[in-house]
């Protein structure tokens, strides 16, 4: 069975800093791409970052440099690095792969920015 389970996420103010964490296991983790998507209420869940199993990333429009994801094979982490925080980054991030034909997702971690 594979599992993700985020942590990291809370209430900061606008210009603010959060680390995102995504703990994967029941997987070979570092032959699998990671993904972090994000979801407001009445919007469709977006892609936010990607990467590699080589550690390739990319990056959403949006995030304007703001943001790093990168990879820990040995700890099976996935982290996301937010800086410079928005209020519209406000939302539930998501820790996704897709893993033996299925997308496998995390129960989420709540962000909210403060204006």
């Known amino acids: 069975q594979v599992r993700l389970v985020e942590s990291g996420g809370g209430a900061v103010q606008s210009g603010g800093s959060l680390r995102l964490s995504c703990a994967a296991s029941?997987?070979?983790?570092?032959?699998?791409?990671m993904n972090w998507y994000r979801q407001t209420p009445g919007k469709q869940r977006e892609l936010v970052a990607k990467?590699?199993?080589?550690?390739?990333?990319t990056y959403a429009d949006f995030v304007e440099g703001r943001f790093t994801i990168s990879r820990n094979n040995v700890r099976t982490t996935v982290a996301l690095q937010m800086n410079d925080l928005r209020p519209e980054d406000t939302a539930v991030y998501y820790c996704?792969?897709?893993?033996?034909?299925?997308?496998?997702w995390g129960q989420g971690t709540r962000v909210t920015v403060s204006s």
């Open positions: 996704h792969t897709v893993a033996r034909g299925n997308a496998w």
């Open positions: 029941g997987i070979n983790f570092r032959l699998f791409e």
């Open positions: 990467i590699s199993p080589n550690s390739a990333t």
